[in-house]
């Protein structure tokens, strides 16, 4: 079985969390980036 990376999930309702973070957010489908 090939290595995988740790996939973390991170919730906020605080919305300069949101901003703060918005570069750095990638959406995944099937280990791929779609988005």
Excluded at 1 to 9: F, I, L, N
Excluded at 11 to 34: C, E, P, Q, T
């Amino acid at each position: 079985m090939a290595e995988r990376s740790p996939t973390y999930v991170f919730v906020s309702h605080d919305f300069d969390n949101v901003l703060a973070l918005a570069d750095y957010v990638a959406v995944m489908k099937a280990g791929r980036i779609v988005q």
